[in-house]
């Protein structure tokens, strides 16, 4: 059975700082998509970034980037220039092919001013 | 565009008493379905998967029931609450890989 784990439950960074938070799952199969959503206190979930298993590059988005090691089985998340704004619960996803969409426990990063 | 609408956002019920949550989606087709139950500042918990009409997978044994009567709308039911039940639930929705997008979630509450 595929697993998500995230084994950092807190982070903290100083503003405009980069901080890199932690994921590494467990599958058997080849092709898949990893994710890392952004949970604000509204509880709304919020899809920050995207990776296919099939693509060697690593997904970018603006401040935010991955390093995604497929042999390893890591997908890692970076955030530049950090912002008050990013403070929040991120979880990280693996969804296989059409089908099971699981997440990690979570990683609550703090941001500090 | 495609959107997800969920409902009730609150929901306060009697241990005993039997829950429907309902979830639509607007904008495609043949979407999968999935239901999550989050404990407060945990993660989120699989509790159904569904690829089509009438297709259910159960990922956790418990006091709950999903149902997708047509393509878009998917239904979480129960016939008689638990205390342990209590939760944010959360739907979603993908299609062909692409991220899953999620309602605003109903938080449960069994007394």
């Not at chain 1, 693509?55 to 950090?82: G, M, P």
């Not at chain 2, 241990?15 to 979407?31: A, Q």
Request: aromatic residues 12%; glycine residues 6%.
């Amino acid at each position: 059975a595929q697993t998500v784990t995230q084994s950092q439950p807190e982070m903290s960074v100083q503003e405009a700082e980069t901080v890199t938070l932690s994921c590494t799952y467990d599958t058997s199969e080849s092709d898949y998509y990893l994710f890392w959503y952004k949970q604000p206190p509204s509880r709304q979930m919020i899809l920050v970034i995207r990776q296919e298993a099939y693509k060697q590059q690593n997904a970018t988005e603006n401040r935010f980037s991955v390093n995604f090691q497929k042999a390893a089985k890591s997908f890692s998340l970076k955030i530049s220039d950090s912002q008050l704004g990013d403070a929040a619960m991120y979880f990280c996803a693996y969804m296989r092919v059409r089908g099971k969409l699981i997440f990690g426990q979570g990683t609550e990063l703090s941001v500090k001013p | 565009s495609q959107t997800i609408h969920q409902w009730p956002a609150t929901l306060v019920q009697p241990v005993g008493s039997p829950l429907s949550l309902e979830c639509t989606v607007e904008g495609t087709s043949n979407p999968n379905l999935y239901w999550y139950r989050q404990a407060a500042g945990r993660g989120l918990q699989l509790l159904f998967y569904s690829v089509g009409i009438g297709q259910i997978s159960s990922e956790v044994p418990q006091n709950l029931s999903a149902s997708r009567p047509q393509d878009r709308q998917f239904i979480l039911s129960s016939k008689k609450l638990l205390l342990s039940d209590s939760g944010f639930y959360l739907c979603a929705w993908s299609v062909g890989g692409r991220a899953a997008f999620f309602g605003q979630g109903t938080r449960l509450t069994v007394v």
